[in-house]
């Protein structure tokens, strides 16, 4: 019996030693790089027990260091150095509502740029779920004084986000590196529903497409978006389109619609 | 009012009140030096850095001049213990009472110190007193968070005296009330034709780079073109050094020009905030106190507007 156990165990001690042997990318680790001390609690809420998640330095999480004002903290997600990208979840372990978005890029660069809010310092992470099933890991820490998340929105103050709510500003840029990149900005308050008495408000379908509705990123919301939410996405040279077109809804079923000319 | 929150309020009160009374007696020292300028006046020039628990805040020039009508104080400091310590370096000087303080602009640092005066002897323009009323509370708040406890007890008071420009005689002083905006809604300067100072508040750093949290940079160029063709002979900026010529007018004038170029231009690229973030700076600019730090927060405070500017469809028409 126990001689058995002994053999499993070298068998399992075998696997895995084989597995990091196998191991493409030097820069995976099995610790957090972040230390943080949510991170147990993060694998167990945010990937399903069985998943194999590693931490990945060629998932980028570029955002400030200090972040001044913690209801608008740029963030950009940048995981295009990974083939097979099918999904990627941006999340915060110290936040309150610690999803942010989780985006799939079908047709775009694996890369999104927006804004969030923080409530206090936290790592921010990416997972980026690729083809394999396996999930990389990358992040970086942001401090700030917080407070972003149980703050009302200024929209929520005001009676102007109501008559342009929805309305989309946009732009198409030609990419020194090839392709092109879309700017969008959206009118909406985004409120977490954390503020006393005003109830969570928030955009949680976008989808991008070119103007023969091929799609090209599916995004999905969550509370902690800033208000007045600015995507930054990339679409490589193979996809470029004369036009392009985001539409969506928020969680109270408004909709969104609108060209992106150029 | 719910008896929840009247409870909640006695609550904090009486927390509030706690403190105070065990803080009041290990207030912090400034360490407070009033250098004198010109005849009857006198400023304490703050260091050039950002709000921290080490400088409690001190950051701010403050400055007053002593007339036969009593001493008139422009800007009082960042925190109750600092007003009243400016307050006790006045009486070191002069047995005069203090019968104006003037507050520049709503900014923390420069009314924080009120509660150390006389109700009645604080005066500012309408804008500046609507700002207290309406931010002194968060930045207050915020304040706390950046100086911890060197701000123990202190409460934004709103001045009740608004001011209005022009000629204001005080003691044999002729002053000359100028406002003017840009650095926030309402910038007041103040010129002594007596002594020829030129007190410009925040509308000029020296040696530090400018904070930009309320500024509108078209309006804050009109007012530093108005400054510079006003003559004088010292100017007290708002952080860093008095000087006797124009440098930091220009100096201030170079930076917000640049400021402003950039974002434009980024926003005209195409760039994510987080790209405008790791822009190199101007070897120009490396001289300026907390430039890496107030660069950020200039971007995270200014380039939603330039981004919303470039993504409008107005770019498009010819």
Same mark, same amino acid.
């Given at each position: 019996?126990?001689?058995?156990?002994?053999?499993?165990?070298?068998?399992?001690?075998?696997?895995?030693?084989?597995?990091?042997?196998?191991?493409?990318?030097?820069?995976?680790?099995?610790?957090?790089?972040?230390?943080?001390?949510?991170?147990?609690?993060?694998?167990?809420?945010?990937?399903?027990?069985?998943?194999?998640?590693?931490?990945?330095?060629?998932?980028?999480?570029?955002?400030?260091?200090?972040?001044?004002?913690?209801?608008?903290?740029?963030?950009?997600?940048?995981?295009?150095?990974?083939?097979?990208?099918?999904?990627?979840?941006?999340?915060?372990?110290?936040?309150?509502?610690?999803?942010?978005?989780?985006?799939?890029?079908?047709?775009?660069?694996?890369?999104?740029?927006?804004?969030?809010?923080?409530?206090?310092?936290?790592?921010?992470?990416?997972?980026?779920?690729?083809?394999?099933?396996?999930?990389?890991?990358?992040?970086?820490?942001?401090?700030?004084?917080?407070?972003?998340?149980?703050?009302?929105?200024?929209?929520?103050?005001?009676?102007?986000?109501?008559?342009?709510?929805?309305?989309?500003?946009?732009?198409?840029?030609?990419?020194?590196?090839?392709?092109?990149?879309?700017?969008?900005?959206?009118?909406?308050?985004?409120?977490?529903?954390?503020?006393?008495?005003?109830?969570?408000?928030?955009?949680?379908?976008?989808?991008?497409?070119?103007?023969?509705?091929?799609?090209?990123?599916?995004?999905?919301?969550?509370?902690?978006?800033?208000?007045?939410?600015?995507?930054?996405?990339?679409?490589?040279?193979?996809?470029?389109?004369?036009?392009?077109?985001?539409?969506?809804?928020?969680?109270?079923?408004?909709?969104?619609?609108?060209?992106?000319?150029? | 009012?719910?008896?929840?929150?009247?409870?909640?309020?006695?609550?904090?009160?009486?927390?509030?009140?706690?403190?105070?009374?065990?803080?009041?007696?290990?207030?912090?020292?400034?360490?407070? =030096?009033?250098?004198?300028?010109?005849?009857?006046?006198?400023?304490?020039?703050?260091?050039?850095?950002?709000?921290?628990?080490?400088?409690?805040?001190?950051?701010?020039?403050?400055?007053?001049?002593?007339?036969?009508?009593?001493?008139?104080?422009?800007?009082?400091?960042?925190?109750?213990?600092?007003?009243?310590?400016?307050?006790?370096?006045?009486?070191?000087?002069?047995?005069?009472?203090?019968?104006?303080?003037?507050?520049?602009?709503?900014?923390?640092?420069?009314?924080?110190?009120?509660?150390?005066?006389?109700?009645?002897?604080?005066?500012?323009?309408?804008? =500046?007193?609507?700002?207290?009323?309406?931010?002194?509370?968060?930045?207050?708040?915020?304040?706390?968070?950046?100086?911890?406890?060197?701000?123990?007890?202190?409460?934004?008071?709103?001045?009740?005296?608004?001011?209005?420009?022009?000629?204001?005689?005080?003691?044999?002083?002729?002053?000359?009330?100028?406002?003017?905006?840009?650095?926030?809604?309402?910038?007041?300067?103040?010129?002594?034709?007596?002594?020829?100072?030129?007190?410009?508040?925040?509308?000029?750093?020296?040696?530090?780079?400018?904070?930009?949290?309320?500024?509108?940079?078209?309006?804050?160029?009109?007012?530093?073109?108005?400054?510079?063709?006003?003559?004088?002979?010292?100017?007290?900026?708002?952080?860093?050094?008095?000087?006797?010529?124009?440098?930091?007018?220009?100096?201030?004038?170079?930076?917000?020009?640049?400021?402003?170029?950039?974002?434009?231009?980024?926003?005209?690229?195409?760039?994510?905030?987080?790209?405008?973030?790791?822009?190199?700076?101007?070897?120009?600019?490396?001289?300026?106190?907390?430039?890496?730090?107030?660069?950020?927060?200039?971007?995270?405070?200014?380039?939603?507007?330039?981004?919303?500017?470039?993504?409008?469809?107005?770019?498009?028409?010819?």
């Amino acid at each position: 019996m126990k001689k058995q156990a002994l053999a499993a165990l070298t068998a399992l001690w075998m696997a895995c030693a084989c597995s990091a042997g196998h191991a493409a990318a030097p820069a995976e680790r099995r610790t957090d790089p972040l230390d943080s001390p949510r991170w147990a609690d993060m694998r167990k809420e945010m990937f399903p027990a069985t998943a194999q998640v590693i931490f990945d330095d060629r998932v980028k999480v570029t955002a400030p260091l200090t972040a001044e004002n913690a209801m608008n903290v740029p963030v950009s997600v940048d995981a295009s150095a990974l083939n097979g990208v099918r999904e990627v979840l941006v999340f915060a372990d110290f936040n309150p509502i610690v999803r942010i978005v989780r985006f799939e890029p079908s047709g775009a660069h694996a890369a999104l740029g927006f804004r969030i809010k923080l409530q206090q310092s936290t790592p921010v992470r990416a997972a980026v779920r690729t083809a394999d099933g396996i999930w990389h890991v990358g992040g970086t820490w942001v401090n700030t004084a917080g407070g972003g998340c149980t703050l009302p929105s200024t929209g929520s103050g005001s009676p102007e986000w109501q008559k342009r709510l929805g309305e989309v500003s946009s732009r198409v840029w030609a990419r020194k590196e090839g392709g092109e990149r879309i700017r969008l900005r959206i009118i909406h308050p985004i409120d977490t529903g954390l503020a006393a008495g005003i109830p969570a408000f928030f955009l949680q379908d976008l989808d991008l497409s070119d103007d023969q509705g091929k799609a090209l990123m599916h995004i999905e919301g969550f509370e902690p978006i800033a208000e007045n939410p600015v995507f930054t996405v990339d679409i490589p040279a193979t996809r470029a389109a004369a036009a392009y077109r985001v539409s969506g809804r928020d969680n109270n079923g408004n909709a969104i619609s609108a060209a992106i000319e150029k | 009012m719910t008896p929840l929150s009247r409870t909640a309020r006695s609550l904090i009160a009486v927390f509030a009140l706690g403190w105070t009374v065990l803080l009041a007696a290990a207030d912090r020292d400034y360490g407070l =030096t009033p250098v004198r300028i010109a005849d009857d006046t006198w400023v304490l020039v703050g260091r050039s850095e950002d709000f921290s628990f080490a400088n409690g805040g001190n950051i701010v020039n403050t400055a007053f001049i002593v007339t036969q009508a009593g001493v008139v104080v422009i800007d009082s400091g960042p925190s109750r213990a600092y007003g009243e310590q400016l307050k006790r370096a006045i009486a070191r000087i002069t047995d005069k009472p203090v019968s104006l303080v003037l507050n520049t602009h709503h900014h923390p640092d420069h009314f924080l110190g009120n509660q150390a005066f006389a109700p009645a002897s604080l005066a500012a323009l309408p804008a =500046t007193i609507k700002g207290i009323h309406s931010e002194g509370g968060s930045l207050n708040e915020n304040m706390y968070r950046l100086a911890g406890d060197w701000m123990a007890g202190t409460e934004p008071v709103a001045p009740a005296r608004p001011l209005t420009a022009g000629p204001l005689e005080m003691g044999g002083h002729r002053l000359e009330l100028i406002a003017l905006a840009g650095h926030t809604e309402a910038d007041l300067v103040i010129l002594d034709r007596s002594t020829g100072v030129l007190f410009a508040g925040d509308l000029v750093f020296n040696g530090r780079t400018p904070t930009t949290p309320h500024a509108d940079l078209p309006r804050w160029q009109a007012a530093l073109d108005q400054l510079e063709k006003t003559s004088f002979t010292a100017l007290v900026p708002g952080h860093g050094p008095v000087a006797g010529d124009t440098g930091p007018i220009r100096q201030t004038r170079t930076w917000l020009a640049w400021l402003d170029r950039q974002l434009r231009q980024a926003a005209d690229d195409g760039l994510d905030m987080t790209e405008v973030l790791t822009l190199p700076l101007p070897a120009e600019f490396r001289g300026l106190a907390v430039v890496d730090a107030e660069y950020r927060r200039s971007v995270g405070q200014l380039y939603p507007a330039y981004e919303q500017r470039a993504l409008s469809g107005e770019r498009r028409k010819p």
